[in-house]
Structures are given as C-alpha cells and as structure tokens.
Nanobody, 122 residues
Framework: VQLVESGGGLVQAGGSLRLSCAAS????????MDWYRQVPGKQRELVAA???????NYADSVKGRFTISRDNAKNTVYLQMNSLKPEDTAVYYC?????????????????WGQGTQVTVSS
C-alpha cells in the first residue's frame, strides 16, 4: 500500500490549504486514516483522524479550524485547514491502517506517506 500526499505549500497566516492523501496498491480495505505533523526536534503529533465509518477526532489545537474527510471510493483522505497560524508550520504526514492483499492472504498493516511541507508565514 502506498500513500501519496499533496497540497502543501506556503500560505500567509489566516489563509487556507487543503491536503490530500491517496492510497494505492493491493488494498482490500482501509480502516482509519489519519493526519500527523512534525516539526524538527519534536515528536510527530496526531492532528486529525477519521474511521471508515466517518467518525472523527481532532487535536485540541486545530479544533474548529481543520476538517478531516475521506472518499472511500477513491481511498483518499483530505485535510481542510482554515485560519492557519504560524504554529501550524510542519511536515504533514498521512497514515492509514489498511488491510492489503498479499500472497498469503489479507494482511493488516500501518502505512505512512512521505510527508508534505506546510509553511505559514506571519
């Protein structure tokens, strides 16, 4: 299973960005899909998560500003980020808990994307 993020970039404070993460490969099913972020010298932190049924969870720091959604038919998760702040600057990573078709059958695993840089200028 491969995850490819897109949509990062440079934006002024107060602006918006929309991140996308598309999963591909021998996917049988995808359970949760999450967005994490990381700044140099700090641990990667959960930003938002969404289950296959659409239940969502957000970090307190982004509640009311970010919205996670997913298109199960496209195996894609989105992160709409509004009212961006300089402290949102980070590399954003997509994570998926997925079941993949392997030679020996269906195997569960956790997969990460390569990350996309989001920079918010003040």
């Amino acid at each position: 299973v491969q995850l490819v993020e897109s949509g990062g970039g440079l934006v002024q404070a107060g602006g918006s960005l929309r991140l996308s993460c598309a999963a591909s490969g021998r996917i049988f099913s995808i359970n949760s899909m999450d967005w994490y972020r990381q700044v140099p010298g700090k641990q990667r932190e959960l930003v938002a998560a969404i289950t296959s049924g659409g239940s969502t969870n957000y970090a307190d720091s982004v509640k009311g500003r970010f919205t996670i959604s997913r298109d199960n038919a496209k195996n894609t998760v989105y992160l709409q980020m509004n009212s961006l702040k300089p402290e949102d600057t980070a590399v954003y990573y997509c994570k998926a808990a997925a079941n993949a078709r392997q030679t020996m059958g269906i195997m569960s695993g956790v997969y990460w994307g390569q990350g996309t840089q989001v920079t918010v200028s003040s």
